[in-house]
């Protein structure tokens, strides 16, 4: 059931394409407006919300970190996000106004489901962004978003991620819309970038050996550090864990402005650094950042918008992933990140499906 693959890991980051097709494709109706089944919100209930509270754990959570940037953006509602398991615990301030997102590939993540069921007590509305059907979360939702990624079998989640920021894009534009704070020509816009994703997404794949060919330079390294802007720095996160759970690399992301505050101290001769640079508004920023750590000796590989050469004075090695507007790269920036920790974990004999101490859903605390 790998169909050929040597592993699950790479299979399904190789069913993105699909996985991402079907969950904006089968939203989409004939007039082009958005159409999100299982999701009961009306006009005043959206108007009615006053914040929006994203809540998950591990990969879930960065897509939450890439949601709140995005549904900020189009909905014009202040977005708090939390991990689950300090959600839980902390006593957020969550009311009826609250529209509570709870994001799981899985559905029986037990503190993604005792924070829904907290929110849910303080009287939040409570959606959530499932990939299992008929799940816990699920059942426990007042609104469900399935994304359509299908199973997932290896514990490092790949496309669950994907689906997951396309469905944050969907509800984001539902509500903008709804709100009235989505132009046409925006909407237009957003809507044509994310149909391309799924093409453009194939065409880097397409390009996977040269990202193996950089993993076969790398393995040996024991410590990464992964920097980014804006929408970069989710995408950043997420590329951190993907690779220090199935490679075992001690790696680590950070918001490439706040280096200077602490972090940099780290950087010295021969240090990886891995420098996400494909947001237009943040290029100059990030070079210089990647300029401050080649200043004490880093070794950089840059992840940045074809056409942006500029790059190429300054990191060691350029990934470049297909043009696109800054608000949806998190896409085409993640992938190379995927396939760069599997063929990583794979030089170093690792176990990738089934990483040491990790198990595919977190059913205990
Ligand atoms: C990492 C990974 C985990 C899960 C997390 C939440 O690759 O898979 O970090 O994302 O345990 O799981 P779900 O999404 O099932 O709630």
Known sequence: EKEGYDHFMLKEIHEQPKGLYETLNRRIEK????????????????????????????????????????????????????VASEFRYRDPFVDDKTLFIAISQSGETLDTLAALREAKRKGARI????????????????????????????????????????CMYLIGLYM???????SDEKY?????????????????????SAIHDLAKELYKREQVFFIGRGAD??????????????????????AAGELKHGTIALIEKDTLVIALATQDKLYEKMLSNIQEVKARGAYVIGVAK????????????????????????????????????????????????????????????
């Open 306 to 365: 074809e056409g942006n050469k500029e790059i190429e004075k300054q990191a060691d090695r350029v990934i470049y992933i297909p043009d696109c507007m800054d608000e949806v790269s998190p896409f085409l920036s993640v992938v190379p990140l995927q396939i760069l920790a599997y063929y990583i974990a794979k030089e170093r004999g690792c176990d990738i499906d089934k990483p040491k101490n990790l198990a595919k859903s977190v059913t205990v605390e």
């Open 233 to 254: 720095v989710g995408v950043s996160y997420e590329g951190s864990l993907k690779l220090k759970e199935i490679s075992y690399i001690n790696s680590f992301a950070i």
């Open 188 to 208: 237009a816009q957003y809507m044509s970038e994310l149909k391309q994703i799924p093409d453009k997404l194939a065409n880097l794949l397409e390009g996977e």
């Open 176 to 182: 903008g819309r709804k709100k009235g704070v989505v």
């Open 127 to 166: 959606l959530s962004v499932v990939n299992v059907v008929g799940s816990s979360v699920a059942r426990e939702s007042d609104d469900v978003f399935y994304t359509w990624a299908g199973p997932e079998i290896a514990v490092a989640s790949t496309k669950a991620y994907t689906t997951q920021l396309m």
């Open 31 to 82: 007039d082009g407006s958005i159409k999100l089944d299982g999701i009961h919100l009306t006009k005043e209930d959206i108007e009615n919300f006053n914040k929006v509270f994203i809540v998950a754990c591990g990969t879930a959570y960065h897509a939450g970190l890439v949601g709140k940037f995005i549904l900020e953006n189009l909905a014009k509602i202040p977005v708090e996000i939390d």
